[in-house]
């Protein structure tokens, strides 16, 4: 039973780590999607983890069924044979896209924290990439075992600390609705899930039990609804949130100064499990090719992707890619899981 916990604390930690990221990390991710909205961002931050609990696992029972090593062989079923090609290259060109997003926020943060170029930045991070690459679903388990609990602790304390200050959960500051916050979730939700089957599919596949699976699953759809409901109420505690680009960082420097550069490592660890998810599942789809080859045209992409603004990528990018998931959502909800 230990060890049967073990992987799926081992699966929750990947679906976790894989799905937060830069934009989440910052908080403007989440102030985009739910905080401008108040209380109805709070309700509908409760529909999205409800979709990424549902969503993940049923996601995840379906690849294993399949037997799918790659998110190709579950667009097969999904989307039938004679669509998947296009849109399993969508989806490649958005993994790609998310990912260029992502290490482009970590030579962002380099650059304006650390004060070092941007480009020795990334280039760092691509080497980090590439050790923890060479040891496969191991460095992965082992990467997200390692930071998705301090994103936790993270999370956990800030919230206890505002919570404690009585500084949280400020509503008022948020007077606009519109018919995006009843969107939002779906959108949400369908586009992590979407960037987040490149990750999940091949690692359903390659656990060791059904169960081990679906517990963790279960466990890493609910911890990011506990993670998304405490960053949105922290959020939700400062006035002028909507005006800063990295609005969680300018929480810390006003409330906790001295907690800062533990949120700096936070928050590149966060970026850097979005990057090993994202370069695990694009080496996945595309075995057939040499590992150096593959990596070579990879790292390149991405360097020259990564190149332009990070805010201008993620304003971009984000919400066209959430878009073109409904329908991935969509399809997960009607078909059947086919019998294994």
């Known amino acids: 039973m230990q060890k049967k916990w073990l992987g799926a604390w081992q699966v929750a930690a990947v679906y976790v780590g894989t799905v937060i990221g830069a934009g989440f990390a910052t908080g403007k991710e989440i102030v985009e999607f739910f905080t401008q909205y108040g209380a109805f961002g709070t309700i509908g931050i409760v529909i999205s983890g409800g979709l990424f609990t549902w969503g993940g696992t049923r996601m995840m029972m379906m690849a294993r069924a399949l037997r799918a090593s790659s998110y190709k062989q579950l667009n097969d079923y999904l989307f039938g044979k004679a669509a998947s090609p ?162 969680m960082a300018e929480i810390i420097r006003t409330f906790f100064a001295y907690f800062y550069w533990f949120y700096l490592i936070v928050i590149y660890g966060e970026i850097f499990t979005s990057l090993v998810g994202g370069v695990f599942g694009l080496r996945r789809q595309f075995y057939s090719f040499s590992p150096f080859l593959f990596l070579s045209v990879l790292f390149i992409t991405l360097y020259i992707i990564s190149s332009f603004r990070y805010s201008s990528l993620l304003s971009f990018l984000y919400p066209l890619f959430g878009y073109i998931s409904l329908l991935f959502l969509f399809l997960l909800a009607v078909r059947k899981i086919p019998q294994s």
């Open 86 to 247: 296009i849109i399993t290259l969508m989806m490649t060109i958005m993994v790609i896209g998310v990912t260029s997003v992502m290490l482009s926020g970590a030579g962002a943060l380099f650059e304006e924290q650390v004060g070092l170029p941007k480009q020795m930045g990334i280039v760092i991070t691509l080497s980090f990439i590439l050790a923890v690459t060479l040891y496969d679903i191991k460095g992965l388990f082992a990467v997200n075992v390692l930071i998705v609990p301090m994103m936790l602790l993270f999370s956990f304390f800030l919230f206890g600390k505002m919570v404690i200050g009585e500084k949280w959960c400020n509503v008022s500051f948020f007077p606009h609705q519109s018919w995006r916050a009843f969107f939002s979730p779906l959108s949400y939700a369908a586009f992590n899930l979407a960037m987040a089957q490149t990750v999940l599919v091949p690692l359903a596949t390659e656990a060791a039990d059904e169960r081990t699976v679906k517990w963790g699953a279960m466990l890493g759809g609910m911890l990011l609804t506990v993670i998304l409901l405490s960053s949105h109420f922290v959020l939700l505690s400062f006035p002028h949130v909507l005006h800063y680009d990295i609005p």
